[in-house]
């Protein structure tokens, strides 16, 4: 069983940067993979960020990110990060913290554990 809390979310301006965290309890996360979807009003849940929890397989980003936005974990806390930069508009959603099985799992979104999600929202 593993519990994940995130943190962080809040309205920023356009350009503004945000660090999401996520920490996860429970069983050891040594076999899982971990990152970050994210959900607007009217658009369809899309991964945004994930690796395996001791980052072999190397960090995946959706497609979207462009640069913008960098994942970090820190192992001997079980905390993941979201660093966000130069945010825009269409980065407002709700972003959650999720953990599965494999990444290959993480990013078709078959998902074992999620958080309860963060608000982020983004103003011209």
């Known amino acids: 069983q593993v519990q994940l809390v995130e943190s962080g979310g809040r309205s920023v301006q356009a350009g503004g940067s945000l660090r999401l965290s996520c920490v996860a309890s429970?069983?050891?996360?040594?076999?899982?993979?971990m990152g970050w979807f994210r959900r607007a009003p009217g658009n369809e849940r899309e991964f945004v960020a994930g690796?395996?929890?001791?980052?072999?397989?190397?960090?995946y980003y959706g497609d979207f990110v462009k640069g913008r936005f960098t994942f970090s974990r820190d192992t001997s806390k079980n905390t993941v990060f979201l660093q966000m930069n130069d945010l825009k508009s269409d980065d407002t959603a709700v972003y959650f913290c999720a953990a599965t099985t494999t990444i290959a799992d993480l990013r078709r979104a078959n998902i074992e554990y999620w958080g309860q999600g963060t608000q982020v929202t983004v103003s011209l």
């Open positions: 429970g069983q050891s996360l040594e076999r899982y993979a």
């Open positions: 690796v395996a929890w001791h980052g072999g397989g190397g960090i």
